[in-house]
């Protein structure tokens, strides 16, 4: 199977000391593009603002 199951934590939160969202999303295993830990900005409910979000393992 090529995609793996992956999941995005906010960065934003953590450092702040407040609740950090979690998204479940997947990933390509082969893409050359994306060799690092992938970051998107994605909305965090509990700041009510859109946060980098940085992959966890």
Not at 6 to 33: D, F, H, M, Q
């Amino acid at each position: 199977m090529p995609r793996d199951i992956i999941i995005l934590e906010c960065t934003e939160a953590r450092a702040e000391g407040g609740i950090p969202s979690r998204y479940v999303t997947t990933r390509n295993k082969k893409s050359v593009r994306t060799p690092g830990r992938l970051e998107k900005v994605k909305f965090n409910p509990f700041l009510k603002r859109r946060t980098k979000h940085r992959e966890i393992r």
